[in-house]
C-alpha cells in the first residue's frame, strides 16, 4: 500500500516490496499467535501484512493505510525523471551491449561497463529523491506514537530544515545508496556468470531463460540486501523527535555502523522483510497455551 513501484529492476532495488514500515521499527501492537512450522512443531507467529493492515483500518480508517503516500509518490517521479535524465545525458546507445558471439573477456568488460552506468543513474536518483523519501518515512511511522508532526509535505520541508538544517533531508542516505551499489553488481555479474556458464546453447529455451535471470537474480538479491534498507529507513526516523525514533522502540543512534551492529546483535537485521510468515524472535514455550 505505501510502497509505489518504479519500473523494471528499480523494483527490486526499492526493496520495500509492501513491507509496513511500522514492522521495520519494532512496533508489534498485536500479539503473537501459536503455530506449527513444516516438522510440526509449536512456534510463535507476528501478526502478517494483511492483519496489521485491518488493524490499521480499525485505528485511522482506510485512509491510515495512505499515510506518506504522496511524499512517496513524489520521490518516485523525481527518481525516474532523474534517471532518464542521466540516461539521456549519457544514453545507452553510445554503449555495446553484450552479445553471445562475444568471447568471455569482452562479455565480461560491456557488463562491467553497463552496470557502471546503471550505478551512476541510481546513484543519482537516490541522492535527488531521498529528501522526499526521508518525509514518507516520517510520516509512516508517525502511526506508532499517534503524532500530527509531519502532516503535509511542505511544512515537512519547513521543520526538518529548522529542526535539523539541509543535513536532516540525507539522513541514511549511505547505507540505502551502498544497498544499491552491491544490489547492482551483484544481481548483473551473477546474472552474466549464470547465463554465460550455466545456460547451455543448445537447449532450446535458452534465450528464454537468460531473460528472465536477470530478474531471479534481482529478487534474490534483494533479500540479501534489505538489511541496507532497513538500517536506511531506521536512520530516517531515529531521534527526529517522533516516537517510533526513540526508546524502546530504538536508542538514539549515533551512526548508521551503530544502528547496524545493534541489530545485528538482536538478530534483526532482517526485521520487517516478511509479509507473511513472521516468526517471533521467542520461542512458542515461553508462552501459557491452552
Known amino acids: 500500500v505505501w510502497v509505489i513501484l518504479d519500473q523494471g529492476l528499480q ?8 513491507t509496513g514500515f511500522p514492522l521495520q521499527v ?92 546503471e550505478m551512476m543513474m541510481q546513484c543519482v536518483s537516490r541522492v535527488v529523491s531521498h529528501p522526499l523519501h526521508v518525509i514518507s518515512m516520517r510520516c509512516m511511522v508517525q502511526f506508532v506514537g499517534r503524532e500530527v508532526k509531519y502532516s503535509g509535505v511542505l511544512s515537512a520541508i519547513a521543520r526538518i530544515l529548522k529542526e535539523e538544517g539541509i543535513l536532516g533531508f540525507f539522513v541514511g542516505l549511505v547505507p540505502h545508496i551502498l544497498g544499491d551499489v552491491i544490489f547492482l553488481w551483484c544481481c548483473n555479474l551473477l546474472a552474466h556468470f549464470i547465463n554465460t556458464y550455466a545456460v547451455d546453447d543448445n537447449f532450446s529455451q535458452a534465450s528464454v531463460i537468460r531473460s528472465y535471470t536477470k530478474f531471479v537474480m534481482g529478487i534474490a538479491v ?38 547496524w551492529r545493534y541489530l545485528s546483535a538482536q538478530a534483526q537485521l532482517f526485521r520487517g ?18
Open 222 to 259: 534483494s533479500m540479501l540486501t534489505y538489511p541496507f534498507l532497513l538500517v536506511g529507513d531506521l536512520m530516517a526516523v531515529n531521534n527526529c523527535g517522533l516516537r517510533a525514533g526513540l526508546p524502546p522502540y530504538a536508542p538514539a543512534f549515533t551512526s548508521w555502523i551503530h544502528c
Open 26 to 117: 519494532g512496533h508489534e501492537p498485536l500479539p503473537p499467535t501459536v503455530g506449527r512450522n513444516v516438522l510440526g512443531r509449536k512456534v510463535l507467529y507476528l501478526p502478517g501484512f494483511f492483519t496489521y493492515a485491518r488493524h490499521i483500518v480499525d485505528v485511522d480508517g482506510t485512509r491510515g493505510l495512505f499515510r506518506g503516500l504522496t511524499p512517496r509518490l513524489i520521490s518516485s517521479t523525481l527518481s525516474t525523471l532523474t534517471r532518464g535524465s542521466v540516461k539521456k545525458a549519457f544514453p545507452l546507445e553510445d554503449m555495446e551491449h553484450v552479445s553471445n558471439k562475444d568471447d568471455v573477456k569482452t562479455s565480461l568488460r560491456k557488463v562491467v561497463k553497463e552496470t557502471s552506468h
Open 273 to 290: 522483510s516478511s509479509l507473511l510468515f513472521r516468526r517471533a524472535p521467542m520461542p512458542a514455550s515461553c508462552f501459557p497455551i491452552d
Open 11 to 18: 523494483e527490486c532495488q526499492d526493496r520495500g516490496l509492501l
